[in-house]
Structure formats: C-alpha cells, structure tokens
C-alpha cells in the first residue's frame, strides 16, 4: 500500500533552525513535494525534489534519498509567520500525489 | 483567471439536501484534485481526473459522492443526501500533470450541514 509517515506535531524556537522528517512508500516514484498549510488557508507549494540530494531555497531547504524512501524540509532563521503545517506529497507511477498527514510546526519567541 | 477558482466559498445545507461543489482549474491543467479537510486534520483525497483517463475514483467515501470533469476543465462534486459527517472544507487542485506536478489549490469550499 501507500504510506507517508510524518511527524504530528513540532515545536521549535524564533531565530533557530528546524528539520521535519518525512518517509513514504508509493507504488512508483515521480518526485516529492512539500506545501505548507496556514490554519484556514489553501496549502501553497514549498519545494519539489526529483533527484538524490538536497534543494536550497532561501531559509528552505529539501532533501530526497530515493534508496531510503526519506525527505527532509529544513527551515533556517525561523519566523513567527512560519509557524503552520507542512506536508509532505510524493508522486506515485500516476503522477497522483499522495498526502501525508502535516507536521504542525508551532514557533515560539 | 490567475488561479483554481472554487464556489460557493462557504454552503450552509439541510442534513438530506445535494450539494453541488464548483472547481475551475488554471486554464491548460489537465490534471484535477478533489479533497476533503476536516478541522485540524490532514488532506483526505477524494478523486483524481488526469486528462482522458479514467478517474481515479477510490477515494470516495460513499456512494452519494459523485464527480465530474467536462471538457477536461471544470469540474463538479455533487454530494446526494448530505449528513453532518459530510461537514468540512472541499479544496480542489489542479496541476500540469506528469512530472510538473506541482500542483495549485483553490481557497475551498466550506461545507457546513446543520
């Protein structure tokens, strides 16, 4: 089956660095997404990874490990704003996007 | 327009009426999403359309869901005899489909059944 493992809930501090994990299973692989929710709000897209290694985005940064079925969002310099939750959405043999759960990231000053 | 439009925003229905939900995908999208959110929890799929293939239908939770995409861009999620557990938001998304998946969501519908 389909799986995405991702956990509940995080909670880290203003100004500090933060990694959110997430693993998954798909029947095929066509690359990983991450989006991030603001409560009430439509997800927006984040980052997209395709190949081994990492992507860097300004503060936002995602790592793939295909082999190991892994992703990573690293989020540097931590905003106030920041705080929401972030799923992660790999896509299967269909191109269909499977969703994880969320993170809910919670910022604290 | 710019982006995935949706209507109405928000629906206030009787428990047993049918709803109709409206998704307008960003011109040239051939693949559509439709999901259901509940408060606080995470995206449950409910139907994927990519261009002329059949649906991907297997995240419809009952019978009395139904939806479809006409012309391969607009599409419509009907809800026959609505109950209270039917009661979340309804977020449509459309994408380019294939390996430029990202996909663009609307703002959602709000269902309410009282």
């Known amino acids: 089956g389909q799986n995405i493992d991702q956990p509940t809930e995080m909670t880290a501090t203003e100004g500090a660095i933060v990694q959110i994990n997430c693993t998954y299973q798909?029947?095929?692989?066509?690359?990983l997404f991450w989006y991030q929710q603001h409560a009430g709000e439509a997800p927006t897209f984040l980052s997209y990874?395709?190949l081994d290694g990492l992507e860097e985005k300004g503060r936002f940064s995602s790592f793939l490990s295909r082999s190991k079925g892994y992703s990573y969002l690293l989020l540097k310099e931590l905003q106030m704003k920041d705080s929401a939750s972030y799923l992660c959405a790999p896509g299967d043999s269909n191109y269909q996007l499977i969703w994880g759960a969320g993170t809910k990231l919670i910022i604290k000053p | 327009g710019a982006g995935v439009s949706q209507s109405p925003s928000n629906k206030v229905t009787e428990k047993g009426k049918d709803v109709e939900l409206r998704c307008d995908p960003i011109s040239g999208h051939t693949a559509l999403y439709w999901y259901r959110q509940s408060l606080g929890q995470g995206l449950e799929f409910l139907i994927y359309?990519?261009?002329?293939?059949?649906?991907?239908k297997s995240g419809l939770p009952s019978d009395r869901f139904s939806a479809e995409r006409t012309g391969g861009s607009v599409s419509t999620l009907t809800i026959q005899r609505t109950q209270q557990e039917d009661s979340a938001v309804y977020l449509c998304a459309s994408s380019l489909g294939g390996r430029r998946g990202e996909a663009f969501f609307g703002q959602g519908t709000r269902l309410t059944v009282v």
């Open positions: 990874n395709v």
């Open positions: 798909t029947s095929g692989f066509n690359g």
């Open positions: 359309f990519q261009g002329n293939s059949a649906p991907d």
